[in-house]
């Protein structure tokens, strides 16, 4: 856990205290406890002084979420509340997420578990902090689901952004399980992400720019991980600290990361700056980013990261722009035609489109996105980004739920 304590009020929605739930608090000192009840109003009470950090909800034996869940979440927007109980359905849980509740934690529950969702808390929390001058801008791309194109926008991008500034950018290939940025670029991995969180403690500029490979000169690659086992032990911790080293590295850090719903996609999602959500104009896509919006705008916090950029899209399709608009309440950020022609000869080729089809319709509109997000950054993202030497490290060791 972090020196920093986290505040801590316990909701028990049956109105018994169960001695597990106890157990596991007092195992953790560096919370602190305002406040435990069975009355919700009592809690909602509370909130004449500083609202708690986190509300923790006991539900065990409820199989259906009580009305008072979303009173509690919206008049408590700055905490973060967690539920658990046994009950595991998916529509318990879609219902969940749709009240506002940050994270379902089942029972019985663990101390690990609860850890690892306080860690995620803290780090919202701190996102929300003034931020330092002189920031490099986090921008994830992915999608609701596989094959959306997220590899070559991500490339792509990351080129036309290069072509607006000066100074060489960053991709990160966070794709699982195959990660694909390397063979995109007929690029063999000489490192990847893993020579990083192997050497955590000694992380320094010079480290990561040893692996970090260059390619042609504009672009510095963060190769994924391809042995699946690896995959799942990065840790959190690890991905802050990469990404906060990066940022005083380079003025944009373009991510390419898989659509998995885990603990791992929503910690890079909080990190970014900008979520570009890339979707196909289908009734399924529709469906599906309606079932998933709820629960990206409760994880962004307000601050409106998540941006959706409708991928190979052609003017003939019966579905329209504002069909989709209507879903997520907020207008398209981009869209990208199809292009396959472009693209299949770019991916065959090994070459990225700026090499291959510059002249390309879909090429075109990236460039086009790229100087919309440029536009839209903190003045701060076109300085030189200079890596400051911290005198003072701190680490929260992150335990896997």
């Known amino acids: 856990m972090h020196p920093e304590s986290l505040t801590i009020s316990v909701l028990h929605g049956t109105g018994n205290r169960r001695r597990d739930l106890q157990k596991i608090l007092e195992g953790l000192p560096q919370l602190k406890l305002l406040k435990q009840t069975g009355d919700p109003q009592e809690l909602l009470d509370q909130r004449q002084g500083m609202p708690p950090d ?57 101390q690990p578990e609860l850890e690892a969702a306080l860690e995620r808390v803290w780090i919202a929390k701190k996102r929300l902090q003034p931020e330092s001058p ?5 921008v994830v791309v992915t999608g609701h689901k596989g094959g959306v194109g997220a590899t070559t926008v991500t490339i792509n991008l990351a080129l036309a952004l290069a ?97 998995w719903l885990d603990g791992l996609f929503l910690q890079v999602c909080k990190e970014a700056d900008v979520v570009l959500m ?39 399709n019966d579905l329209q722009l504002r069909d989709l608009e209507q879903v997520i309440k907020q207008s398209i950020f981009a869209t990208l035609p199809s292009d396959n022609p472009a693209l299949h000869e770019a991916i065959t080729r090994g070459e990225p489109l700026m090499l291959a089809a510059p002249r ?28 400051t030497p911290s005198s003072k490290r701190r680490f929260w060791i992150f335990h896997k739920g």
């Open 134 to 138: 002189g920031r490099g801008q986090v």
């Open 278 to 316: 890339l979707t196909e104009l289908t009734v399924p896509d529709l469906r599906n980013l309606k079932k998933l919006w709820p629960m990206l705008q409760e994880w962004q916090s307000g601050q409106d990261q998540v941006k959706v950029v409708v991928n190979r899209h052609h003017k003939g």
């Open 54 to 110: 986190v509300v923790l909800v006991d539900l065990d034996g409820e199989n259906n979420l009580p009305r008072w869940l979303q009173n509690l979440t919206q008049s408590l927007p700055k905490t973060a509340v967690l539920v658990c109980s046994h009950n595991r359905e998916a529509d318990f849980l879609i219902q969940a997420m749709q009240m506002g509740v940050r994270e379902f934690l089942p029972l019985p529950l663990s």
């Open 360 to 387: 390309s319709k879909f090429y075109h509109s990236l460039k086009q996105m790229a100087q919309k997000l440029r536009e839209a950054a903190p003045a701060a993202a076109e300085e030189e980004a200079v890596l």
């Open 163 to 259: 072509e607006l500034t000066t100074g060489p950018l960053a991709v990160v290939d966070l794709g699982r399980p195959f990660p694909d940025v390397g063979n995109f670029l007929d690029q063999e991995a000489t490192y990847s992400i893993i020579d990083l969180i192997h050497n955590l403690s000694t992380l320094d500029q010079s480290f990561v720019q040893r692996i970090m490979q260059p390619y042609r000169g504009k672009l510095a690659i963060l190769h994924g991980c391809s042995d699946f086992k690896e995959q799942d032990s990065i840790e959190l911790e690890a991905v802050e600290k990469i990404f906060a080293l990066l940022r005083r590295l380079y003025k944009w850090i373009i991510v390419d990361l898989s659509h």
